[in-house]
């Protein structure tokens, strides 16, 4: 059922040779999607996540009326980068200045070669901090508290290790990507779903 104040953007995923009826009930509010005789999925050795097998309906919000104003979300794949670009817990971690980490910015200083200074702040960030096991997109903490715990998830630690590279005036850009057990992204569509990292 769709709410009347909101509109949603959905791909059917589907083999080609397995028919889908989807029957929109205006009215209602609602959309039927029907399909029949799926067959089932068993686990194979070397396959990748299953969600690339299931025959599927993905949603995503596109926008919806508050107070009688449109707010839209992302519908495309320029649109979806300015809505990272502008959220305060993915691109605002990358432009902080973290003052926690001023003592490490004079030990750099002195390393002139590119290659050398890039490896000392990998290094330091991998044997500094522990990751606690969970991938997303956003920074669900602070840098500031990331770096007092020496630990955080797949985005605080890799929005840090960007700022620390970008504050070393190297040319460094976050890429969202999707681990094999989570499933292949299709371009065609820009849906955020597809996505369960940041690197």
Do not use: C
């Amino acid at each position: 059922y769709i709410p009347p104040n909101a509109e949603f953007n959905y791909v059917v995923k589907k083999n080609s040779f397995m028919n889908i009826n989807i029957v929109p009930l205006r009215d209602a509010g609602a959309v039927i999607y029907e399909m029949k005789n799926i067959p089932g999925l068993r686990d194979e050795a070397y396959s990748t996540s299953y969600r690339d097998y299931l025959q599927r309906v993905s949603f995503q919000l596109s926008s919806y009326n508050r107070n009688g104003a449109q707010v839209r979300f992302s519908n495309d794949w320029k649109e979806l980068n300015r809505e990272f670009m502008g959220d305060r817990d993915f691109y605002g971690q990358i432009k902080k200045n973290v003052p926690a980490l001023a003592s490490l910015k004079t030990i750099w200083v002195d390393r002139t070669d590119a290659y050398e200074k890039m490896k000392f702040i990998y290094d330091y960030v991998r044997q500094n901090f522990s990751w606690d096991g969970l991938y997303s997109l956003y920074a669900s903490e602070s840098l500031k508290s990331t770096i007092e715990k020496k630990r955080g998830g797949a985005a605080e630690l890799n929005l840090l290790l960007i700022n620390l590279l970008k504050d070393a005036d190297f040319d460094v850009y976050p890429m969202l990507v999707s681990e094999r057990d989570h499933g292949k992204v299709d371009t065609a569509f820009s849906m955020i779903s597809q996505f369960n990292k940041v690197v």
